[in-house]
């Protein structure tokens, strides 16, 4: 939850743990090309990213505002929320994440 009006807000998945507090536009670019899910987070706050293999994940919750004009422009003003989560085999995960 957490996704204001006029926001668009999106979840990555990265293995392993991942500390990112205000990430630049290298960081991200650098954690893209890792990424185990991705997904877009409906009106309604809910997402779902499937098909992960078990292990340590790190969730990355991203709001961007408006329409920015260039990734750059969309990093910089950009709200991020993190959660390291743990994924077994065949059990389904529910994850809450306040951006």
Do not use: C, W
Request: net charge negative; no cysteine; proline share 5%.
């Amino acid at each position: 939850g957490g996704v204001r009006s006029g926001e668009q807000a999106y979840i990555a998945v990265v293995p392993g743990e991942v500390q990112m507090e205000k990430p630049t536009l290298e960081d991200v670019q650098a954690l893209s090309s890792l990424l185990s899910g991705y997904a877009e987070v409906s009106s309604d706050g809910t997402f779902v990213v499937e098909n992960l293999e078990p292990g340590t994940y790190t969730i990355v919750g991203v709001a961007v505002a408006g329409e920015p004009q260039s990734e750059l422009e969309a990093f910089a003003n950009a709200r991020y929320a993190t959660q390291v989560i743990h994924v077994e085999a065949g059990q389904p995960l529910h994850v809450s994440l306040s951006l």
